[in-house]
């Protein structure tokens, strides 16, 4: 039940965050705002849930790191999908470069593919490159999950 409990709210606070960024730069601002609000919600009442009310959580340090990275995973396969078509991009693999993180992502990714070793042994497109590590990023998410409990 853990699993799927901690899985569950990964999954629906990355959602919120990537459909709220994405009416925020749409210039549905109003919209934007009420998702931000429904996931400080969610944050908060999940945290006073679990540790007070239903379901006491007691988290090994092991625990909680393999959490904190099960969340950058799926966060890494899921975020720039989501609000690339909250946004209405065609290309779902866009890395935007205007955050902190999205500009050392896609730095890497251009650094990996196109001056490492493994971009020139394996020559594959772009897109299909973001879509493999995507996919691996949701498998090793999932994986993190189940091996925390």
Known sequence: MEKLTWGLLFLTLIVLDAIGDGL???????????????????????????????WPVILWPEQCVLLILAYAFLRLALFDVVYNITIGYP???????????????????????????????????????????????????????KWAF
């Open 91 to 145: 290309y779902i693999f866009w890395i935007s470069g205007m955050g902190v993180f999205s500009k050392i992502h896609a730095k890497f990714i251009n650094w990996l593919l196109t001056k490492s070793w493994l971009g020139k042994w394996l020559m594959i497109s772009r897109d299909f490159f973001l879509l493999f590590l995507r996919l691996f990023a949701l498998v090793v998410g999932a994986l993190l999950i």
């Open 24 to 54: 925020r730069d749409r210039t549905l601002k109003a919209i934007a705002r009420t998702l931000k609000s429904v996931l400080l919600f969610i944050l908060l009442g999940c945290m006073l849930f679990f540790q007070t009310l239903y």
